[in-house]
């Protein structure tokens, strides 16, 4: 009971905590995303063991911010990703041993794109309006709820048993189909934002949502971790709320963006 109370009040919490950046916008948004990008690497380099120096970590948090700024500002970025990965490279060139190399060369170039330029999809799509920042939040959050019920009283069949062995067909079916509900209501709350792209982001929200936390499960179990990190109590760090949430945005842009 005293778990699930906790669990409660950091949901509270964690609420506000991301749909105000996401209803403001502006500053607040990217202010609100770089911390996000630099509690991902600070996570990261805690909880792998690759050999990160301390100051590749350092420069791989500042190439990330530089990303998110450049993206606040309106550049764009594609530019700065080949000098970027150089430099996150040039970093292993001066120091560490011979060994790991590749490892630890493409740690740094997935945690760029996974730290730095999947959260900066939170400003892309705010620049659609907040009907479309929020969407898929609300969605991802409903998903997850329906999923975690849906597997918890009609579950039989596992889904990914040696990911997450929680996690069932049955709660997976749900998951997506509750997305729906959401289009439903949403469409009925803004008619004048009905149409493909209402119908299209729950379908993302659904598969993609449940697909990213598969993926940062499988992350977390190569190093042999439960949680990323302790930030949230009983909902552990910035790792573990965000899995679905960065591959979300991610699609959702692209669907916006066609």
Known sequence: ??????????????????????????????????????GLVIEFCKFSDIGLKKYQCIVLGYVSLIWILFVWLGYGGALLIPLITIMLFFTEVISNPNDKTVERSGAMVFMFIYAGIFPSMFMLVREFGQFWAI?????????????YWG?????????????????????????????????????????????????AIPVVAGLMGQVGDL???????QYKIKDSGSIFPGHGG???????????YAIVWVILSI
């Open 215 to 221: 993926f940062a499960s499988k992350v977390k179990r």
């Open 151 to 199: 597997g918890s009283l009609m579950g039989k069949h596992k889904l990914a048993p040696s990911i997450s062995p929680n996690k069932t067909i049955e709660g997976f079916v749900w998951g997506v189909l509750s997305g729906f509900i959401v289009a439903f209501i949403a469409m009925k709350i803004f008619p004048e934002n009905g149409g493909v792209k209402l119908w």
């Open 238 to 248: 910035i790792w573990d709320r965000t899995d679905s949430l960065l591959w979300v």
């Open 1 to 38: 009971m005293r778990g699930f109370l906790k669990r409660t009040a950091t949901a509270l919490f964690i609420g506000p905590l991301f749909l105000v950046p996401l209803w403001f916008g502006d500053i607040v948004l990217a202010i609100f995303t770089a911390l996000i990008c630099l």
């Open 135 to 147: 969407l898929p939040i609300v969605t991802v959050w409903t998903v997850d709820t329906f999923a």
